[in-house]
């Protein structure tokens, strides 16, 4: 596991374009599964402007959706939909038949998360999978104590997931469940990117990086992979033990 640790937001978030462009410079059809969430937000909006500025064309690429709050319309401005397209595919103009998200308003979510583990399959897998981390160490919506094997499912939300979930959405909103990819499919993905900033965030980040490696932590299966990158700014890295 490679880590960074950035002056601050701005510097991280630069980083984690460059890195982003990198993998479609170099494969042009790459397979991009990209969080939502505040930390990446900059990120993606550099990403956007390198991608104009530079010439790198994001229309071979296919998105993978990581996750979506079960029962949350893709219009509602809370949800990841929302948040992908605002943010990433109405920007790069991404035609629709490249972007394969969670349907939330489903009525059948099992056959939506086989849709979804068919999806990657024939796309032969994710290139670039850029990941946030929740305050409960939880990746997509892989919470505490889930399964490190598991690829897409349903998921009982946890306490803190609800309520810190509360922050993307204009009104109380009843957060239930979700859906999402499973640590299956971060292992699987060819390169990993966990981004993290601010002094909320140091404690879970010292957790992931120097306790053990277990499904009570989810995103500490990241140093399980071969090709890992945990993307910082210093105040999110400021509880780690000085290297
Ligand atoms: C969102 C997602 C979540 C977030 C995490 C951190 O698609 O998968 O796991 O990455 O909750 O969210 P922020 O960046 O808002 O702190």
Same mark, same amino acid.
């Given at each position: 596991m490679n880590l960074k640790i950035y002056e601050n937001y701005e510097s991280l978030s630069h980083g984690a374009a460059n890195q982003i462009i990198e993998v479609v410079r170099q494969k042009p059809c790459a397979v991009l599964c990209l969080a939502a969430g505040d930390t990446p937000r900059l990120a993606y909006t550099l990403m956007v402007n390198m991608a104009k500025t530079e010439g790198?064309?994001?229309? #071979?690429c296919t998105f993978i959706g990581l996750d979506e709050w079960l +029962?949350?319309?893709?219009?509602?401005?809370?949800s990841c939909h929302h948040f992908l397209r605002r943010h990433i595919f109405e920007p790069l103009s991404i035609? #629709?038949?490249?972007i394969h998200l969670f349907?939330? *308003?489903?009525?059948?979510p099992q056959g939506e998360c086989r849709k979804m583990d068919k999806t990657i399959i024939e796309n032969k897998g994710i290139d670039l999978m850029l990941v946030g981390i929740g305050? #409960? +160490?939880?990746? +997509? =919506? #892989?919470?505490?104590?889930?399964? =490190?094997?598991? !690829?897409s499912h349903v998921v009982e939300l946890d306490e803190t997931s609800r309520t810190v979930g509360q922050? !993307? =959405?204009r009104e109380q909103t009843t957060l239930t469940s979700g859906i999402t990819l499973g640590l299956g499919h971060m292992l699987e993905a060819r390169q990993v990117i966990l981004v993290a900033n601010g002094s909320k965030k140091a404690d879970i980040i010292r957790r992931t990086i120097e306790e053990d490696v277990t499904p009570l932590l989810?995103?500490? *299966?990241?140093?399980?992979?071969?090709d890992a990158y945990v993307i910082l700014d210093k105040e999110a890295g400021s509880l780690l033990t000085p290297r």
């Open positions: 790198i064309d994001f229309a #071979n +029962g949350i319309s893709p219009v509602n401005e809370g035609s #629709n038949d490249k349907d939330a *308003l489903t009525e059948d305050m #409960n +160490g939880h990746i +997509g =919506f #892989n919470e505490p104590a889930g399964s =490190f094997q598991a !690829y922050k !993307y =959405f989810p995103a500490s *299966l990241i140093r399980n992979h071969v």
